[in-house]
């Protein structure tokens, strides 16, 4: 595996790329703001890689509510799939100028899968339940254009940060927290694996797992939810973790 010096992170003034930057975990973290850096204007992404080469990408920049993704369609489709596209094409581009493969990790979600039946594999069909997800294919679908990729499917949440009061006991999930996902961000940046990878902890109720961080939070079901919203939700969006964790052992043993 090659040595990595130079990191990109994109969407840094995200939550998750926030924790990335604050962990101390990464070196050479490159961190440009939209002004300089917009992956939905293909000028700026050009430009910046031409005057900052790198080794690896940690691509977080999305839009990534769900509620937002929903009423604003083409938004989603100009920053998931045609940003995401438009980073590629320039990695692909730098690739084969500095002749040298580009280590990109991309941060997906579980939303890819159908979120019904729960316990999914990398290798179950990806039928997302609504808008974000399809944008969020549509971004895979450009990533695996390349050939030092990992996509990581996951959903997150900051056990300091949990704003909502009710939780449904009827909705599960692998959500990991979001300093466990920064950690496995780390590992996975520096390990040889390519491909598809679920990450995230094991099944529980929304409830269930947000309660043991915000002892207060009351439980509900999810039809009360989705009365509130206007977008689809998953009922078990679990997910089979055990290939992780076998990329995990096999980091620990080197």
Same mark, same amino acid.
């Given at each position: +595996? +090659?040595?990595?010096?130079?990191?990109?992170?994109?969407?840094?003034?995200?939550?998750?790329?926030?924790?990335?930057?604050?962990?101390?975990?990464?070196?050479?973290?490159?961190?440009?703001?939209?002004?300089?850096?917009?992956?939905?204007?293909?000028?700026?992404?050009?430009?910046?890689?031409?005057s900052n080469p790198v080794d690896a990408?940690?691509?977080?920049?999305?839009?990534?509510?769900?509620?937002?993704?929903?009423?604003?369609?083409?938004?989603?489709?100009?920053?998931?799939?045609?940003?995401?596209?438009?980073?590629?094409?320039?990695?692909?581009?730098?690739?084969?100028?500095?002749?040298?493969?580009?280590?990109?990790?991309?941060?997906?979600?579980?939303?890819?899968?159908?979120?019904?039946?729960?316990?999914?594999?990398?290798?179950?069909?990806?039928?997302?339940?609504?808008?974000?997800?399809?944008?969020k294919l549509g971004a895979e679908c450009?990533?695996?254009?390349?050939?030092?990729?990992?996509?990581?499917?996951? @959903?997150?949440?900051?056990?300091?940060?949990?704003?909502?009061?009710? @939780?449904?006991?009827?909705?599960?999930?692998?959500?990991?927290?979001?300093?466990?996902?920064?950690?496995?961000?780390?590992?996975?940046?520096? @390990?040889?694996?390519?491909?598809?990878?679920?990450?995230?902890?094991?099944?529980?109720?929304?409830?269930?797992?947000?309660?043991?961080?915000?002892?207060?939070?009351?439980?509900?079901?999810?039809?009360?939810?989705?009365?509130?919203?206007?977008?689809? +939700?998953?009922?078990?969006? @679990?997910?089979?973790?055990?290939?992780?964790?076998?990329?995990?052992?096999?980091?620990?043993?080197?």
């Amino acid at each position: +595996m +090659m040595e990595i010096k130079n990191i990109l992170l994109t969407g840094g003034t995200g939550k998750l790329g926030k924790a990335i930057l604050s962990s101390g975990l990464f070196s050479s973290l490159l961190a440009p703001k939209r002004e300089i850096f917009d992956i939905t204007k293909p000028d700026t992404v050009r430009k910046f890689l031409e005057s900052n080469p790198v080794d690896a990408v940690v691509h977080c920049a999305a839009l990534a509510r769900m509620g937002e993704c929903h009423q604003n369609p083409v938004k989603a489709i100009e920053t998931n799939i045609i940003g995401t596209g438009n980073l590629v094409n320039e990695i692909i581009s730098q690739e084969k100028k500095l002749q040298k493969k580009i280590r990109f990790v991309h941060i997906s979600t579980d939303g890819v899968y159908q979120g019904t039946r729960g316990h999914y594999s990398e290798e179950d069909a990806s039928i997302p339940y609504n808008r974000y997800g399809w944008s969020k294919l549509g971004a895979e679908c450009a990533v695996r254009l390349l050939n030092n990729f990992c996509i990581i499917r996951t @959903s997150f949440f900051d056990p300091e940060d949990i704003k909502f009061e009710t @939780s449904a006991f009827d909705a599960y999930s692998s959500k990991i927290t979001i300093h466990c996902l920064v950690r496995a961000v780390a590992k996975i940046i520096d @390990s040889p694996f390519i491909g598809i990878v679920n990450i995230g902890s094991e099944r529980k109720s929304d409830y269930e797992r947000y309660k043991e961080f915000k002892p207060s939070v009351k439980p509900c079901k999810l039809s009360d939810i989705l009365k509130t919203v206007p977008f689809p +939700m998953a009922k078990d969006a @679990s997910m089979d973790v055990s290939l992780w964790k076998k990329i995990e052992e096999g980091l620990k043993e080197k």
